[in-house]
């Protein structure tokens, strides 16, 4: 009885006999053929030139050098029995040939597991039928060869052919991609994610490796330290819970980047976590006006200026703001400006600032978009008193009666009334014929209403 294998050697096998041998599908697990030449006929055998079959197990005749038989299954194999029988030619006082038994994960690598010959190999005596037992496959192996190497005395026969199944290992993921992994060119890496995993009726500990543009640790945060591979050792066949954290490396080029962490165990299909995610061009805002604006106006006499904005790479509208002491004095003939994809095409933004009064005032213009560093600018005005206040015009039909003033004017005239140094009072739109304004402030009042100018006294 073998428990492993003698020794091991790599074959290689053209790529057009894998093709063959999976045309014709996988056994399933357990498997036993104890019958003659199999043909086409038995779903995971493939065999080249066998002979006539013997009258008894084991029946599979391999009668010239290169003859073989391959079995192609699913799932983990267990243990591996067989018949196999020396018949001499010409007498010999064992097997002088060489038969070896292979496995293969992929049908193209094969291992030895045994070899019959007569110096470093395992002997057979003629006609004597050996039943030979092997514990020790390994758990990829889903490719089973017999194969007469070389022959130079008889045939060789093989049946009872027994393969049972092996334990599956289970892994437990949850979840089998991580998406959105992003930041701006310049400030990565990108945020972690993480994803956890477990397993049972493991034979060997599982590997992740991450690829070329990720990282991956066991640690998170200030603990992130990249590691590759990372191996979680199993214990009696079990890894238990565990968290994995990745991240998109720092110092990428702008561009999308999908590619994927494998995860491997002995006896299991390599698994693949897909990580998807993006490098963007950093977000900026423009103002082809460099300076910050100043605004120079009369009294009561709104006064404008023009910025143009701009913006690329953006993720959002550009929003403009004004705050301040003095942010009431000042508006803006827009507070957002659209997207267009993902930039903002030149715009003009008219701002317009009206003072009530002599003096200086001052606001601050912010312009913002999310992901982007805003752009600030200092608004200044400047009043200095109405100049056309000192030209009473005769026109103006006015009376001052009972604390109030009334005069002619026609409806949707601005109606302007200021103390002797030309501060704004009151001001409103007129009626059409005669406006009775009351005003509370005794003394010298400059009247306006259009063009036209009168002084009155209270």
């Given at each position: 009885m073998k428990s492993s294998t003698l020794f091991?050697?790599?074959?290689?096998?053209?790529?057009?006999?894998?093709?063959?041998i999976c045309s014709w599908g996988q056994a399933t697990l357990p498997f036993t053929y104890d019958s003659g030449n199999p043909g086409i006929s038995v779903i995971g055998l493939t065999q080249s030139g066998l002979g006539s079959d013997?009258?008894?197990?084991?029946?599979?005749?391999?009668?010239?050098?290169?003859?073989?038989?391959?079995?192609?299954f699913s799932g983990v194999p267990g243990t591996l029995s067989y018949k196999i029988k020396w018949n001499q030619g010409t007498f010999a006082p064992r097997f002088p040939g060489d038969f070896t038994v292979l496995e293969s994960s992929d049908g193209v690598t094969y291992s030895i597991i045994q070899l019959y010959n007569a110096t470093n190999g395992t002997a057979l005596l003629n006609a004597v039928t050996v039943t030979d037992i092997f514990t020790s496959l390994l758990p990829t192996t889903r490719y089973l060869?017999?194969?007469?190497?070389?022959?130079?005395?008889?045939n060789i026969g093989i049946g009872a052919i027994i393969l049972t199944a092996g334990i599956n290992p289970v892994l437990n993921l949850s979840t089998n991609s991580l998406n959105g992994f992003s930041y701006i060119n310049g400030n990565g890496p990108s945020p972690e994610q993480n994803f956890t995993v477990s397993g049972n009726s493991l034979t060997g500990n599982i590997v992740f490796t991450p690829p070329t543009d990720y990282e991956i640790s066991l640690g998170t945060g200030a603990s992130f330290v990249a590691t590759n591979p990372i191996s979680l050792t199993q214990s009696n066949g079990n890894v238990f819970n565990t968290a994995i954290y990745s991240r998109l490396k720092s110092g990428l080029n702008v561009g999308t980047y999908n590619e994927n962490i494998t995860l491997s165990t002995n006896g299991a299909n390599a698994t693949l976590i897909a990580c998807n995610g993006t490098v963007t061009a950093n977000p900026t805002i423009t103002l082809t006006d460099i300076t910050?604006?100043?605004?120079?106006?009369?009294?009561?006499?709104?006064?404008?200026?023009?910025?143009?904005?701009s913006g690329v790479n953006l993720n959002a509208d550009l929003a403009l703001s004004i705050s301040g002491t003095d942010a009431g004095l000042f508006s803006l003939s827009q507070y957002s400006v659209n997207l267009s994809g993902s930039n903002v095409p030149n715009t003009p933004v008219t701002i317009t600032y009206t003072p009530l009064s002599p003096g200086a005032s001052t606001a601050t213009l912010l312009i913002s978009s999310t992901g982007a560093m805003p752009v600030t600018r200092i608004l200044t005005g400047n009043a200095s008193n109405i100049t056309d206040l000192t030209t009473p015009n005769a026109s103006l039909n006015i009376t001052v009666e009972n604390g109030s003033v009334l005069l002619t004017a026609n409806a949707g005239e601005t109606i302007g009334i200021f103390n002797s140094i030309g501060q704004l009072l009151i001001q409103k739109l007129a009626v059409d014929g005669i406006n009775t304004i009351p005003v509370s402030t005794h003394g010298v009042l400059?009247?306006?209403?259009g063009a036209k100018v009168a002084k009155v006294i209270m």
């Amino acid at each position: 009885m073998k428990s492993s294998t003698l020794f091991k050697k790599v074959f290689s096998i053209p790529f057009f006999l894998v093709i063959s041998i999976c045309s014709w599908g996988q056994a399933t697990l357990p498997f036993t053929y104890d019958s003659g030449n199999p043909g086409i006929s038995v779903i995971g055998l493939t065999q080249s030139g066998l002979g006539s079959d013997y009258l008894s197990s084991p029946q599979m005749k391999f009668d010239t050098a290169g003859d073989y038989l391959i079995l192609n299954f699913s799932g983990v194999p267990g243990t591996l029995s067989y018949k196999i029988k020396w018949n001499q030619g010409t007498f010999a006082p064992r097997f002088p040939g060489d038969f070896t038994v292979l496995e293969s994960s992929d049908g193209v690598t094969y291992s030895i597991i045994q070899l019959y010959n007569a110096t470093n190999g395992t002997a057979l005596l003629n006609a004597v039928t050996v039943t030979d037992i092997f514990t020790s496959l390994l758990p990829t192996t889903r490719y089973l060869k017999w194969i007469y190497t070389a022959k130079s005395n008889g045939n060789i026969g093989i049946g009872a052919i027994i393969l049972t199944a092996g334990i599956n290992p289970v892994l437990n993921l949850s979840t089998n991609s991580l998406n959105g992994f992003s930041y701006i060119n310049g400030n990565g890496p990108s945020p972690e994610q993480n994803f956890t995993v477990s397993g049972n009726s493991l034979t060997g500990n599982i590997v992740f490796t991450p690829p070329t543009d990720y990282e991956i640790s066991l640690g998170t945060g200030a603990s992130f330290v990249a590691t590759n591979p990372i191996s979680l050792t199993q214990s009696n066949g079990n890894v238990f819970n565990t968290a994995i954290y990745s991240r998109l490396k720092s110092g990428l080029n702008v561009g999308t980047y999908n590619e994927n962490i494998t995860l491997s165990t002995n006896g299991a299909n390599a698994t693949l976590i897909a990580c998807n995610g993006t490098v963007t061009a950093n977000p900026t805002i423009t103002l082809t006006d460099i300076t910050d604006p100043t605004l120079n106006a009369e009294q009561g006499k709104p006064v404008t200026q023009i910025l143009n904005v701009s913006g690329v790479n953006l993720n959002a509208d550009l929003a403009l703001s004004i705050s301040g002491t003095d942010a009431g004095l000042f508006s803006l003939s827009q507070y957002s400006v659209n997207l267009s994809g993902s930039n903002v095409p030149n715009t003009p933004v008219t701002i317009t600032y009206t003072p009530l009064s002599p003096g200086a005032s001052t606001a601050t213009l912010l312009i913002s978009s999310t992901g982007a560093m805003p752009v600030t600018r200092i608004l200044t005005g400047n009043a200095s008193n109405i100049t056309d206040l000192t030209t009473p015009n005769a026109s103006l039909n006015i009376t001052v009666e009972n604390g109030s003033v009334l005069l002619t004017a026609n409806a949707g005239e601005t109606i302007g009334i200021f103390n002797s140094i030309g501060q704004l009072l009151i001001q409103k739109l007129a009626v059409d014929g005669i406006n009775t304004i009351p005003v509370s402030t005794h003394g010298v009042l400059i009247v306006k209403v259009g063009a036209k100018v009168a002084k009155v006294i209270m």
